[in-house]
């Protein structure tokens, strides 16, 4: 399972343009944020303090988020080339058998995943931190990191079902553009949740990758908002709502509801995506050692 | 027998791939599949490696048989070396000794080339590789799914030399398919199969024999004169020029006998493996 892990990150490593394009979603939220949005909606933040700060932090957030779900679905596509150009063929021929095959898939998807959501990280950090003089904590670092890794495994697992349907590299290119560009609006990165109709808001309480963002905006933007809203606390709340750092399910969500519903949501994923797998492996070798 | 295949049948739909097949591959065999395009070669390869299961019929296995697959298109990744994909396949496998690699790429040949990625080897190139990945779990029967297609004759009489030598070498038992009908002629077995069906089976001598009819050219001074001396009728004849199709060397040497002073110049020619095949599958395209 190691060797067919190294193959994936290898293969994903090497084909630049492929990194590139799986890291677009990414990019266009951040350059759309510096180049179109920030003066904008600092404009409009202008008598909240450390507003600057609070937005970058904000959007650092939503754009791991996007990160995760497109560089995960990148590296999973590995699976639908090798199905189409009949590799998968010749693995299954191997001892390796196909739930460790499928699972070295998901664990190299979740690996680059957290990579690329490092890097993303880094270049994000190291850009605010010149022109905002951004910084962040110790303890911020480590639940970002921690945060990084549940991201991944969650993507990995959502996007390893919605790519089971897929049989084509045609057909894969044309859902990773969408998924490349709906995931900016559906995770609330390119406009804040609140400002949307009540159907776009189900939309994107509906989308897994919401649910780390605001996770991802909680760890990094909670020491900004306690200094920025500890004179008038009774609106806090609903700036936590509007920018969905946290959402609101009949009240808003605590951290620990949160990652709840992340952990509930990549279990099911996970069953859906490795379950049936699985089970077909286990009646072949029950069917092998009763004959 | 390593190998038995018992009313293989493999359906589609309505479409019926392969048709109540029965085939016998003894060990250290060397046996070759051949049919048009479309007659069921690749679905009965698969259905053989147990890639697929039979709508009917069934696959035997002898005991402790390691297959060993070289597809018909690349499984190889372009972007990696030669020597990573061998030994990235190589850990797939439970009991493949360490050195494995590093043996089969100096036995077919690949230690030029094994720093270089996979996608830019020429067609021959990477067709070795392929055999080399094929026989890294020391498998004691190799399936081929028409490994010389697009490679120029060099490299087809190599590959097919480089075949030959494991066969004998490591007592390996191979199979493969081909529409390379020359390439039958080495083979100990051969099977054509039309439509998923079984058309013939034996020696490539022995289908010649049967089913290619040899041809006798003659040019004569005289047509009309040696038509009445020879009893078989021609099956062209253009100017001075009769051509008659035989069924075995004797019967042509009568007829050159026979019209001796009549003749100018003849030409003879076996029956070959392209004539029994069209005899057989017909000469209408697919």
Redesign the interface.
Known sequence: MLAMMKRNLLLYFRNWSGVFFSLMGALISFVLYLVFLKQNMQSSWAHVPHATLLLDTWLIGGTLAITGITTTLTSLSQMVIDREKHITADLILTDAGPLRLQLSYLLSAALIGTLMQLAMFGIMLGYFFLADHLTVTVVQLVNVLGLMVSSSLLATAVNAVIIKGVRTLDSLSKLGAIVGTAAGFLVGTYVPIGILPTFAQTLVKLTPGSYVAALFRQFLMYDWLDVAFRHSPATRPRFEKLMGIRLDWFGLLTQHATYHIIGLIFVGALLLAVGPIGLRQRQQWRRRHES | MLLEAKQLTQTFGSHVAVNGLNLQIARGSFTALLGPNGAGKSTTM?LL???TQPTAGQVIYGDEAR?G?V?Q???L?E??TVG?NL???A????HVAPNKVAEVSTELGLNEFIHQRYGTLSGGQKRRVDIA?ALL?DPNILFLDEPTTGLDIQTRSAIWKLLQRLQQACQLTIVLTTHYLDEADAADNVYVIDQGKLVATGTATAIKARYAKAVLQLTTRDVEQLRERVTVRPTQCRGNQLTFTVPNSQVALDILTATRDLITTFEFRPGTMDDAFLALTGKEMR
């Open positions: 698969n490696i147990g890639l297959i697959v597809f298109s690349s499984v990744d972007r990696l990573e030994q990235i396949r850990r797939q496998y439970r990945r779990n």
